[in-house]
């Protein structure tokens, strides 16, 4: 029974190793995904407050389009939002939608010790995949 359990195991371990992050099933249209995504990011629109800094947008922006341009097979133009209020649980992470919008609340800026951090966090939640 145990050599069972390491064989399943053992199988499950080297398939999910060939997985490619984003190469699953996808049961949505690209435009399909942007109408979905569009429609979510004007509620959360609504429902928020965006940042009146320029400089902060720009920050954002600069390194989220930074970003985007590394990463392989990228469907969508990421279009990034700074908003105020406490999102993503304690370590503020971002709220990434279908279509590429991205939602950064103004307390991730905060709270990064590093540009680094503030970095990682935003590449974690532009990777399609990665947070699922």
């Known amino acids: 029974m145990r050599i069972f359990f390491y064989l399943l195991l053992t199988v499950l371990t080297?398939?999910?190793q060939q997985r490619q992050l984003g190469q699953g099933v996808n049961f949505y249209s690209y435009e399909k995904e942007a109408a979905l995504g569009a429609g979510?990011?004007?509620?959360?629109?609504?429902?928020?407050?965006?940042?009146?800094s320029a400089a902060v947008r720009s920050y954002v922006e600069k390194i989220g389009r930074q970003l985007a341009i590394q990463l392989p097979n990228v469907r969508f133009t990421y279009t990034f939002a700074v908003i105020t209020g406490e999102m993503?649980?304690?370590?503020h992470e971002p709220?990434?939608?279908?279509?590429?919008?991205i939602f950064v609340?103004?307390?991730?800026i905060r709270t990064a010790h590093?540009?680094?951090?503030?970095t990682g966090l935003l590449t974690h939640a532009m990777v399609p995949g990665a947070s699922r």
Do not use: H, K, N, V
């Not at 979510?40 to 009146?52: F, G, H, S, V, Y």
């Not at 609340?105 to 991730?108: D, G, I, P, R, T």
């Not at 590093?114 to 503030?118: K, N, R, S, V």
């Open 14 to 16: 080297a398939s999910a």
């Open 40 to 52: 979510l990011a004007q509620d959360m629109r609504q429902r928020t407050t965006p940042i009146d």
């Open 88 to 91: 993503g649980g304690p370590t």
């Open 95 to 101: 709220l990434s939608l279908p279509g590429g919008y």
């Open 105 to 108: 609340s103004a307390a991730l």
């Open 114 to 118: 590093t540009e680094g951090a503030f």
